[in-house]
């Protein structure tokens, strides 16, 4: 039961490190990923609101798609 409970800390840990890397890398070769058209910002005198709506989107899009050819691959 412990075994599992670590592979699948292990397994989760390993993913957002990767998805880390991920993001580290987009930054810096330019993808706009937190300012695309739908993302929307306010910036009071005192507050500021940050929603990345349209960015949001586009992750889920692409996750959606490659869990999908994930699931396909394993039938």
Same mark, same amino acid.
């Given at each position: 039961?412990?075994?599992?409970?670590? @592979?699948?800390? *292990?397994? +989760?840990?390993?993913?957002?490190?990767?998805?880390?890397?991920?993001?580290? +890398?987009?930054?810096?070769?330019?993808?706009?990923?937190?300012? *695309?058209? !739908?993302? &929307?910002?306010?910036? !009071? @005198?005192?507050?500021? &609101? &940050? &929603?990345? *709506? !349209?960015?949001?989107?586009? +992750?889920?899009?692409?996750?959606?798609?490659?869990?999908?050819?994930?699931?396909?691959?394993?039938?």
């Amino acid at each position: 039961m412990m075994s599992e409970l670590g @592979k699948a800390l *292990l397994g +989760i840990g390993l993913a957002i490190a990767l998805t880390g890397a991920l993001l580290l +890398i987009a930054g810096r070769i330019g993808l706009p990923l937190g300012r *695309l058209p !739908g993302d &929307f910002s306010y910036r !009071g @005198k005192h507050v500021s &609101f &940050f &929603f990345p *709506l !349209g960015t949001s989107i586009l +992750i889920s899009v692409v996750l959606s798609l490659l869990l999908y050819l994930i699931s396909r691959i394993h039938r």
